[in-house]
């Protein structure tokens, strides 16, 4: 009996040091099961047009058509280059772009009007591969500016240029720059009129910000695993003294790197600052059992929105995984990846 006690006793403690040797967390759990269920895609690219009150019950649809049409546009162009084996930079690069050059997105032409009535616009671009980065912020002639942003981190030894020194650069590196009168569009201008007119009753603060976003942004893996992220904006009507948000700030705006994930935000600026948005969210995926869907949603639905700060962010990891969390009415989005191409507005 007592030799039965014994090995009874050696059996329990057994047991106990050998599921103490692998505990299985919950959360890693989660993470087996993602990567275990979904293969790795050859390549995938995501964007956002914005996020905000955009609701379908004020929406025209010929608006609706037209919008959409230029997400898909952009997203056929980008596949494009990750289907020919380029690289996510370009893909980036070319699908930003097109978003700068639509009179549809707070991005390039359509950039939203500053309190003085200008035009200023930030963008950064990240290479997830090497960690190098490139941003400008306040210019006022750049056609695209992500395109700067581009030579920025190619071809400077520095991440962020600002203002006049930025427009110098790009005149160096013949970056292609217009007269800020090509950034006027009616809509934007009417708007910052609206805003005016409201700020003169309440106060800029109180106005500040307007919840018509815009801002383009695109993260992409390419067929060798690498991945790069990148965002371009004309920033929120009616900023003032020079005000320069998130878009061009690495780790708010944009953050991208091969270990983690690539990441562009849009929404209130400040908060995205404040809170670093985009590396935030890399950093739980690297530090935690947090698989990036789960990262990405808590930040925005959770940490951000109970300190008020409103937006979304899209974006892709190293296995190929989407998230494009918003705690918004909408968010302008879309994905695509070999036989699955995604396009969306409003809320589910
Ligand atoms: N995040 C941008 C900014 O604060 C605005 C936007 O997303 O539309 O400048």
């Not at 956002?48 to 025209?60: C, E, P, R, S, Y």
């Not at 671009?125 to 920025?152: C, E, F």
């Not at 790009?170 to 090509?182: C, F, L, N, R, T």
């Amino acid at each position: 009996m007592k030799s039965l006690n014994l090995l009874f006793c050696a059996f329990v403690l057994f047991s106990f040091f050998a599921c103490k040797k692998n505990p299985v967390t919950e959360p890693e759990k989660a993470k087996a099961v993602v990567s275990s269920n979904q293969e790795k895609p050859d390549y995938v690219l995501v964007i956002h047009g914005g996020a905000g009150t955009i609701l379908k019950k004020n929406m025209d649809p010929e608006t609706e058509k037209s919008i959409t049409a230029a997400l898909n546009e952009a997203l056929t162009i980008g596949e494009n280059i990750l289907k020919g084996g380029g690289t996510s930079l370009d893909a980036i690069t070319k699908t930003i772009n097109h978003l700068e050059n639509s009179p549809f997105f707070n991005a390039g032409k359509g950039a939203v009007f500053t309190n003085a009535g200008t035009n200023e616009l930030d963008a950064s671009i990240m290479d997830g591969k090497t960690q190098n980065a490139g941003a400008v912020g306040g210019v006022k002639t750049i056609k695209n500016p992500i395109d700067l942003a581009r030579a920025v981190m190619d071809d400077s030894p520095h991440v962020m240029l600002s203002g006049e020194g930025a427009e110098n650069f790009a005149k160096e590196q013949g970056i292609e720059q217009v007269e800020p009168s090509y950034f006027y569009t009616k809509k934007r201008f009417d708007s910052l009129q609206k805003i005016k007119a409201k700020a003169k009753q309440t106060g800029y603060l109180e106005t500040y910000p307007d919840w018509k976003y815009g801002t383009v942004g695109a993260a992409a893996l390419d067929k060798n695993g690498n991945l790069a992220a990148g965002t371009s904006t004309g920033g929120m009507t009616n900023k003032k003294w020079g005000r320069i948000g998130d878009a061009p700030i690495i780790g708010a705006g944009t953050y991208a790197n091969n270990e983690t994930c690539a990441l562009s935000s849009t929404g209130h600026g400040e908060y995205f600052i404040r809170y670093a948005v985009a590396y935030d969210i890399s950093a739980m995926t690297e530090y935690t059992d947090k698989t990036f869907q789960e990262a990405a949603d808590f930040v925005i639905n959770q940490k951000l929105k109970s300190k008020g700060g409103s937006g979304g962010v899209i974006g892709v990891d190293k296995d190929g995984n989407v998230a494009m969390p918003f705690n918004t009415e909408g968010m302008y989005r879309g994905y695509v990846k070999p036989g699955e191409r995604v396009v969306k507005i409003y809320k589910e």
